[in-house]
């Protein structure tokens, strides 16, 4: 069955491409879910049609990402996590952490749009990218840092009590 994207969706096409998937898949998940529409005749005039305003709007979400990879350059993240031997993390960085950190710089951006190259373990400076639009990614720099404690000077200032009073 041929049916004319109405957004874009990864591994098949872009918005308004005109593609051949199988009928099944077209019919209980692309058309009920608005995400396509069958290629008759007159969906094809309409897609002809509106061709222009999809273009414009295309072209403003592109401008719209690399505005917003160019912010992203300039963006550093600081997460704080709590860091064993070695600096090696207890658990590991997930996109969903990096994104509510993106979340307070004021940035919206998915969890699903992180792309991490494999899990952070430990502390240190990432480059993390971000799928925008289509092909348009922005990169970030992350720090991983040590979760300061605000009980470690108190067990320390104990165990200097316990010694002296031992002796």
Known sequence: MKVIL????????????????????????LIPKGLALTSNEKNVKELEFNRRMIDKKINSEVAEANALAAKLATCEIKIQK?????GKLFGSVTNRE??????????????????LDSNIKKSGVYEVEVKLFREIRGMFKLWVVAEESENAPVET???????ENAN
Do not use: C, M, P, Q
């Open 6 to 29: 109405a957004k874009d969706i990864e591994k098949l096409g872009n918005a308004g491409d005109i593609v051949k998937v199988k009928d099944g898949y077209a019919r209980n998940y």
């Open 157 to 163: 200032a104990e165990k200097t009590e316990t010694a």
């Open 82 to 86: 709590k860091v064993g031997e070695e």
């Open 98 to 115: 990096i994104e509510e950190a993106l979340k307070e710089k004021g940035f919206s951006i998915d969890h699903r749009s992180i792309i």
